[in-house]
Nanobody, 124 residues
């Protein structure tokens, strides 16, 4: 069972950048596909980005963040990252790290493990 802990959230002005980190416990991190989801107040949780298992050759992004956000992973450090550039007020949300055991997915219902979330607030 994986435990995921996010960090790196905070308050930033529009146009700024943040890097979120997700530290995973256990020795099987490289076998998990990793995702980031987000949830804004009053809205459903939505997919942000995903990276495939092992070498992370395949990445996937929501259209709303494509070209601005980059997902990556460091298997030696058991950590996944989300680099967020050109942030907009509409990116304000709680960001959740997630892990999938079987295959890379963009569907929340197919996620096996969730972190507790980290708040990102973008001011205009």
């Amino acid at each position: 069972q994986a435990q995921l802990v996010e960090s790196g959230g905070g308050l930033v002005q529009a146009g700024g950048s943040l890097r979120l980190s997700c530290a995973a416990s256990g020795r099987t991190f490289s076998s998990y596909a990793m995702d980031w989801f987000r949830q804004a107040p009053g809205k459903e949780r939505e997919f942000v980005a995903a990276i495939s298992r092992s070498g992370g050759i395949s990445t996937f992004y929501a259209d709303s963040v494509k070209g601005r956000f980059t997902i990556s992973r460091d298997n030696a450090e058991n950590t996944a990252y989300l680099q967020m550039n050109s942030l907009k007020p509409e990116d304000t949300a709680v960001y959740y790290c997630a892990a999938a055991r079987r295959y890379v997915t963009v569907v929340a219902a197919e996620i096996d493990y969730w972190g507790q979330g980290t708040q990102v607030t973008v001011s205009s």
